[in-house]
């Protein structure tokens, strides 16, 4: 069993910056895919960023290609979100997702966080 738990969320004006962090504990293996979705009030949950183990192997959704990064820490089993020129429509909980072959999809990944909640007033 793997456990995941989202933090750093907050409220920002925007333009503001974020960072989220996600931590892995239980039956987690350092060479699981680790990404990033969020799901804004009325929407579908949406990818945002994957990362391979070795941290070399990086995907960006459109949406936030230039603004966001994405890294891990895999000593300390982490997975980062920094979220810099945020918008409004950046709105949405995000989730942290893992599992051992990537993807895009958030019905290909199995272990999930609980989310944490970013706002971006305008």
């Known amino acids: 069993q793997v456990q995941l738990v989202e933090s750093g969320g907050g409220s920002v004006q925007a333009g503001g910056s974020l960072r989220l962090s996600c931590a892995a504990s239980?039956?987690?293996?350092?060479?699981?895919?680790m990404s990033w979705f969020r799901q804004a009030p009325g929407k579908e949950r949406e990818f945002v960023a994957t990362i391979t183990w070795s941290g070399s192997g990086i995907r960006y959704a459109d949406s936030v290609l230039g603004r966001f990064t994405i890294s891990r820490d895999n000593a300390k089993n982490t997975v980062y979100l920094q979220m810099n020129s945020l918008k409004p429509e950046d709105t949405a909980v995000y989730y942290c997702?893992?599992?051992?072959?990537?993807?895009?999809?958030?019905?290909?990944?199995?272990?999930w966080g609980q989310g944490t909640q970013v706002t971006v007033s305008s």
């Open positions: 997702a893992a599992n051992n072959l990537g993807g895009f999809r958030s019905t290909e990944y199995n272990y």
């Open positions: 239980g039956r987690f293996f350092s060479r699981y895919y």
